[in-house]
């Protein structure tokens, strides 16, 4: 799997199985080449859904096929209309945007040590904690428990946009999973406070070490907080005058790639996107 099929994926983590009656099919047009079946979905507020995917390839040394399996865990980003999701977009950058607010007063609080400000975030939600006023009930939480369970064995990656792709990064570095983020806002600073919540150790090692961020220009989501890992910036393919707004669209990302990148399983020849504040097609 390659970083357009991670992004097909997000996609296809905003609707349900429920809403769109042949998914298998979709999956087939947007996976062409590859097996793709829905193991589960989401029970809660957040959409989700695990996929097992099955890709071969011709392995001309072995003069044979050789085929690849992994489970991937999509999940949906922000739905502007749901005041659930916006709160839950505020909650979870809530200290790594007031300490960019505080740094203009302070400007010294720029060149603290990412071990400072972890320290000091997680002391205040360990004072939280011990006052008996956390909230626990994150988006995540279902999905966290879920990826737990997953045999240690089988290959996962945690994968979403925007919101999504944040939750996938949390989910990743809590659990040890590997995460591909299309999109996200960063998670540098603030996921001390999601280690304290879940009593998960270290300075963000499994988010430097296994995460993937595609982060586009122009785009401000991708400014609440800095990234680890490894980050993939590209440009925004927007017209002259054209709105911000549509450097965050998933479908405007996957045709830069296609259009850029190419793809290299030579199923899709084209693609076309245009972005409108009040339509949109793609």
Aim: glycine share 10%; charged share 20%.
């Amino acid at each position: 799997l390659d970083l357009k099929d991670f992004a097909m994926l997000s996609m296809v983590s905003y609707m349900t199985p429920a809403e769109v009656r042949d998914m298998p099919g979709l999956l087939q047009e947007l996976l062409p080449g590859k097996k793709a079946v829905i193991r589960h979905s989401s029970s809660g507020h957040r959409k989700w859904v695990e996929l097992d995917i099955e890709s071969c390839t011709w392995d001309r040394r072995r003069k044979a096929t050789a085929c690849h399996q992994s489970t991937v865990i999509a999940v949906s980003g922000t739905d502007p209309s749901d005041v659930q999701d916006i709160l839950e977009n505020i909650r979870m950058w809530t200290e790594p945007v007031m300490m960019e607010i505080f740094s203009v007063v302070f400007p010294i609080v720029r060149v603290w040590p990412r071990d400072t400000m972890a320290l000091l975030i997680g002391g205040i939600h360990r004072v939280i904690k011990w006052m008996d006023l956390q909230e626990d009930e994150w988006h995540y939480r279902e999905i966290l428990d879920h990826v737990r369970q997953i045999p240690a064995d089988r290959e996962v990656v945690v994968t979403g946009h925007s919101l999504g792709g944040g939750i996938a990064l949390v989910v990743g570095a809590l659990s040890g999973r590997q995460a591909v983020a299309i999109q996200p806002p960063g998670l540098y600073h603030a996921l001390p406070k999601h280690q304290e919540h879940s009593s998960s150790g270290g300075l963000g090692r499994d988010l430097h070490q296994s995460s993937v961020s595609l982060v586009v220009e122009s785009d401000f989501i991708s400014n609440f907080d800095g990234h680890g890992g490894l980050k993939q910036t590209i440009t925004c393919d927007r017209p002259a005058g054209g709105s911000a707004l549509g450097c965050h669209s998933l479908e405007g990302t996957i045709c830069h790639m296609l259009r850029h990148c190419g793809d290299q399983d030579a199923h899709f020849t084209s693609c076309r996107h245009e972005f409108d504040i009040g339509v949109g097609s793609a």
